[in-house]
């Protein structure tokens, strides 16, 4: 009864039942059906954290190095151990999630914005015979060539054309999965284009620019809100490879990849710990951002939550 009156009295107020309540519902409930799931997703909250704080938690400076204490194991005061450099590594660890996580982010929500304008356009004007539909078909032939490419040999050689820094490995991981996300707003904007509320847009005398900007591309968002979960762990495993080889950020700046490649040398000798312990992190954060991936496709598919 009072719940009724409650809502009564919020639609005479002019605030009609928000869908904002109802997919914090829907997930509430998703969450608690799917707890390891959740926990995954809380995990990558975690990170997501650290890639902001970290280096404010780190109980020693992770970019300045004791040699004194040179691949020292884990104790209470280091509980990952030291470096064969003195670095303490979880330290390290705690401040490797700005870089790592940062250039994974930047460089997927560029390819996003890419993705998302071009892919739109490419796929409304498909099959014309407009300036507009010459310039999609030309843009897919680009994103051909580009995916014939192993995608690893291509980012090393994006990053070893302009240098290595974390500036050059962002401007790479952009460029390998704008074909991606180009393709996948390109398929859902041709099935887009033939619904009712398209034609109804155009009745109503709607520019083409308009239709695409208010009615196809909001529209899209939801695939690509998946991809990019899964992408940002693609990324961090990209950066971390580029940083194994050299190739990516270097030290002293804190990088997970850069730390497992300066501790791979040391396993034969018995000191394990310089890279077992960020290759770990490497893993769980792959992993806890696939579960995000998975928790947005049933959470914006009704479809997928069965």
Known sequence: MTSTASTASSAVAGFPPRPRARRRRAAARYFR????????????????????????????????????????????????????????????????????????????????????????????????????????????????????????????????????????VIVALALVNFPLFLRLIRSETLA???????????????????IVLRHLLPNALAPAAVLVSVNIGFGMLLTAGLSFIGAGVRPPTPELGAMVSAGASTILTGQWWPAVFPGIVIALIVLSFAFVGKAAEALLDPRSRA
């Open 33 to 168: 059906a799917h707890k390891l799931t959740a926990f995954w997703v809380a995990l990558a909250g975690v990170f997501a954290v650290l890639a902001f704080v970290g280096p404010l938690l780190a109980p020693h400076d992770p970019e300045v190095p004791d040699p004194s204490l040179s691949l020292t194991g884990p104790s209470l005061s280091h509980p990952f151990g030291v470096d064969a450099s003195g670095f303490d590594i979880f330290s390290q660890t705690l401040a490797a999630p700005r870089t790592d996580l940062g250039i994974a982010i930047a460089g997927t929500l560029i390819a996003l914005v890419l993705g998302l304008v071009l892919g739109t356009l490419a796929g409304y004007y498909q099959g014309t015979r407009s300036v507009q539909g010459v310039l999609g078909e030309s843009l897919m032939r680009v994103a051909d060539i580009v995916q014939a490419f192993p995608i690893f040999i291509l980012a090393l050689g994006l990053v070893a054309m302009r240098g290595p820094g974390a500036t050059n």
């Open 192 to 210: 887009l284009r033939e619904r009712a509320f398209v034609d109804a847009a155009r009745a109503a005398g709607l520019g083409d620019l308009r």
